[in-house]
């Protein structure tokens, strides 16, 4: 280990006031590299792409076999709409990148495509074999030259040609691939926390997005994607500062760790929540199996009637309490109405003795309804008879004698008399009737505790059940104690000390190295936007998260994406070549130095900015051994800024391949 990795080491357990050893346990437990070596080199560059296959429809149908040389700097790739420019493209990524951005619609014509290319200064010969659009069979060939390789499709030990891998369909060549192209071009996975509980690894296809630009509408400085800071963390990995990659496994470490540690109090606390909830229901059922077992009496001993005799008995005495009840109730009606006709009959008696018309009536006896009709006689009818001495019958006037017959009054007073004896001996029954149903009562409430207590001896397997009841539940309250205090790993908390502190450190780190880097890339964009024909560009701002803020004519500051698209597209080329010169300025490794820019005249407005853009791209291209292929429709732009061998063109219509 050399004085600058013991020297970081020294510097982070400082910071998180640990021990040395401790910053060396937690980096090696999480597989986190504490340092990453200078990237080697990562230059790509194409040399021949051949396509093979069996063009179909009515547009010059039949075999195809063609192969298209590309050149150093600038080449155009020109032919009328429709016919083959982008697909080239598409073709080149399908091989380099492993998979097609956009699977082309000329894809069912191709049976076989093959790229010659370098990579990091190793000859490299991919070779597809295809149908229906699939990849049946891939080999990748590494060989002494590119010269080696142009008419050899398979492996060729005499040659010293050998295969770096094999694949038999679209899904493994692009694993493969992906993974071929991170070890030659010394790429490290970029990695970033995921919904803060895990990681998400991106790899080859996100760093390709900086090979194949974008089109200028789209937002992101470089790359295909805004998302996880990824624009950002392709400029630093481009610009090979120190420690980018330590530093972006570090913050990832850190925030799983983070993460995990919520996560273990959130379940703590809901685990919490579930046992607390648990005990409370066995409390509530052992209190309710309390109270069934209270409510079960204790079977008294000696007791040894039998519970279906004393039952019958029972009955039978409910029985006999119900017909006394009976008789009771009719006994009772009767001693009412016996009272009742003992008050009429009393008042008959002392009617008949104070007035002359009773005397005369009673002689006709008390009818209560009319003789013909049965009509009960009204109220107020036998209140007219005694008041003004009419017939509560007929109506007529009654007038009898005022003399007072003794015969009359004898037999009104032997009603009376009758009516009072019938009164009593109601009366007498009624109450030998209570007594009977008092006695009856109170054997029946006996009766009824010798058939609870008899009950009791039934009652014990209930009892024993309730009993083994309340046990059982008291045994699952003694298993479900309270849940102890979280207990949080201490190496793990150690770790997320250390993590945090390396963060601290290598950030700081990284804005010393990043200071020098960054005011050189801002003065060699904003030198070559204003090349690029952004006139008023006065001065670029970028950050390492990519965010790029452009100040123009004296106006406000505004950033990248709000730009016009083809202001984007110039700036995304201005900073490819900017990461370029300062890499080399710097001696580090950067962008492999290969840009694919499809129709970018669709993104200009006037024909003098392309001729512009183009015509430096060329001059800047080849002083920065860059390789950048364009598409377009216009032949006359590209002969005008363009020498012969940097073009690629297919004429009166015809495709390109």
């Known amino acids: 280990m050399d004085r600058d990795d013991v020297l970081l080491e020294t510097r982070i357990a400082e910071r998180a006031a640990v021990s040395v050893e401790d910053v060396r346990d937690a980096f090696a437990a999480h597989g986190v590299p504490l340092v990453t070596p200078p990237a080697r080199s990562r230059t790509l560059r194409l040399h021949r792409l051949r396509i093979a296959g069996q063009r179909t429809g009515s547009v010059y149908p039949g075999p195809f076999d063609t192969s298209l040389r590309f050149s150093e700097g600038l080449t155009g790739l020109v032919a009328s709409n429709l016919r083959g420019k982008t697909s080239v493209l598409e073709l080149v990524t399908w091989c380099l990148r492993g998979s097609p951005r956009d699977l082309m619609a000329e894809a069912h014509w191709l049976r076989e495509v093959d790229l010659d290319v370098e990579i990091a200064g190793q000859a490299v010969g991919i070779r597809l074999d295809l149908a229906e659009e699939e990849i049946t069979s891939a080999v990748v060939l590494a060989g002494p030259a590119i010269e080696a390789l142009e008419l050899v499709r398979a492996p060729d030990a005499d040659h010293e040609i050998i295969p770096l891998l094999r694949a038999l369909s679209s899904a493994s ?58 624009p950002g963390r392709l ?114 008696a002392n009617d008949v003795i104070e007035s002359a018309t009773a005397r005369q009536l009673f002689h006709g006896l008390d009818p209560t309804a009319c003789p013909r009709c049965d009509q009960v006689i009204a109220a107020d009818r036998r209140r007219q008879e005694r008041e003004a ?150 001065s670029v701002k970028i950050d390492r998260a990519a965010h790029l803020d452009i100040t123009k004519g004296g106006g406000r500051t505004k950033p990248f994406g709000a730009q016009s698209p083809g202001e984007r597209l110039r700036l995304r080329i201005a900073v490819v070549i900017a990461l370029l010169r300062v890499g080399a300025a710097h001696a580090v490794s950067t962008h492999p130095g290969l840009l694919l820019i499809d129709s970018p005249k669709a993104e200009e407005v006037q024909d003098l900015d392309i001729r512009r853009l183009l015509g430096e791209l060329a001059q800047l291209a080849s002083e920065n051994h860059l390789q950048v292929l364009i598409t377009t429709r216009d032949f006359d732009l590209v002969h005008d800024v363009l020498p012969a061998e940097n073009i690629i063109e297919a004429r009166d219509g015809k495709p390109l391949w």
């Open 235 to 348: 400029l630093q990995v481009f610009l090979d500062l120190p420690s980018a990659a330590a530093l972006t496994r570090v913050k990832t470490a850190a925030d799983v760790l983070a993460a995990r540690h919520k996560a273990a109090q959130a379940a703590d606390t809901e685990a919490r929540g579930k046992r607390d909830e648990e005990r409370h229901r066995i409390a509530k059922n052992l209190e309710r199996a309390q109270e069934r077992l209270s409510a079960i009496a204790d079977t008294e001993g000696g007791w040894e009637e039998s519970l279906p005799e004393v039952a019958s008995h029972v009955v039978q005495l409910a029985r006999a309490v119900a017909d006394t009840h009976e008789t009771w109730d009719e006994l009772m009606q009767a001693h009412r109405r016996a009272r009742a006709q003992r008050q009429h009959d009393a008042k008959l």
């Open 389 to 538: 001495q009419s017939c509560a019958v007929c109506s007529r006037p009654v007038t009898g004698d005022e003399n007072l017959p003794e015969e009359v009054i004898a037999e009104a007073r032997q009603r009376l008399r009758d009516s009072t004896a019938a009164e009593k001996m109601a009366k007498d029954a009624l109450e030998a009737a209570e007594v009977e149903l008092d006695r009856l009562s109170g054997e029946l409430t006996w009766a009824q505790a010798r058939l609870r207590r008899a009950e009791s001896a039934v009652q014990a397997p209930a009892r024993l059940i309730a009993r083994e009841e309340v046990l059982r539940l008291e045994g699952a309250l003694s298993v479900f104690p309270e849940l102890p205090a979280l207990v949080i790993d201490a190496d793990e908390t150690k770790a997320l000390k250390v993590f945090r502190a390396a963060a601290k450190v290598l950030e700081k780190d990284h804005e010393v190295a990043a200071q020098a880097l960054f005011a050189d890339l801002n003065r060699e964009i904003a030198q070559l936007g204003r090349r690029f024909g952004i006139d008023a560009l006065e």
């Open 173 to 230: 060549f692009a694993e493969q691939m992906q993974a071929l192209m991170m070890d030659r071009l010394d790429l490290h996975p970029l990695v970033n926390s995921y919904k803060q509980t895990g990681t998400q690894t991106h790899g080859w296809p996100v760093y390709f997005g900086a090979v194949y630009l974008p089109a200028g509408r789209d937002k992101a400085l470089l790359g295909e994607h805004t998302m996880s800071g990824l």
